[in-house]
């Protein structure tokens, strides 16, 4: 189950939540949860996910939430108990609001994919960000991450050059590719080395954006 909202919504709290997502959709336990652990926060106004992360057969809430003041966000991780109640697991470091973007969140074959896509005032460039994270060793780790960046040219904005990195942390494996108008594609495929892979405890979406990347400092990434 998915619920979508631009990062306008996130701000503009004049909004109805009837256009941002509803607040009966949201679990009430998950909703109790979130309120004692962040009082201020109106999380029925955000974007949140609900799935099966650590195959428990118990459904979990993955939710964006402004915790320590509106202009910041945080990824939180709340997981299912047998009577109905919701757990606070796991919280991302807190990343600064970014008013050109829109967020998504799924939970998919217990896959968490947070993703992330420029929005507004995207001409003639634009990007898209995917961050998936997997349980490992009882911990919620970033299992793969996706970027591409869109640059469009020429008179009538007719020519487009895309280029993008594609990284698998389970299998070590980094793809960096480019698409060109007129040129067509190609693919650089290497492996790299991984000491520890990153918890979402550690996860920092403004490090993400400024880099394009999440990579943690563990990892020695080769180059295109």
Request: one cysteine or more.
């Amino acid at each position: 189950m998915v619920r979508k909202i631009t990062t306008a919504c996130f701000t503009a709290l004049a909004i109805s939540a009837s256009a941002c997502c509803a607040a009966e959709q949201l679990p009430p336990g998950a909703l109790n949860s979130i309120k004692k652990a962040c009082p201020d926060t109106q999380p029925e106004r955000t974007v949140f996910a609900i799935g099966d992360l650590n195959r428990d057969k118990i459904p979990d809430v993955v939710i964006v939430v402004s915790c320590e003041s509106p202009d910041d966000q945080e990824l939180m991780v709340l997981q299912g108990q047998l009577d109905g109640a919701y757990e606070i697991a796991y919280r991302s470091e807190v990343w600064p609001w970014n008013g050109r973007s829109e967020i998504d969140l799924k939970v998919r074959n217990d896959v968490l994919i947070f993703s992330e896509h420029c929005a507004y005032n995207c001409n003639p460039e634009s990007w898209k960000s995917f961050y998936k994270f997997k349980m490992h060793q009882e911990n919620l780790v970033l299992a793969g991450e996706d970027h591409s960046e869109t640059v469009l040219s020429g008179k009538n904005l007719e020519f487009e050059e895309t280029s993008g990195i594609s990284v698998n942390y389970l299998t070590k494996k980094v793809i960096y590719w480019g698409r060109t108008t007129g040129q067509g594609y190609s693919e650089k495929k290497l492996a790299f080395n991984l000491k520890a892979p990153l918890v979402l405890a550690k996860l920092n979406l403004g490090t993400c954006q400024n880099h394009r990347s999440c990579m943690p400092t563990s990892v020695s990434m080769p180059k295109p």
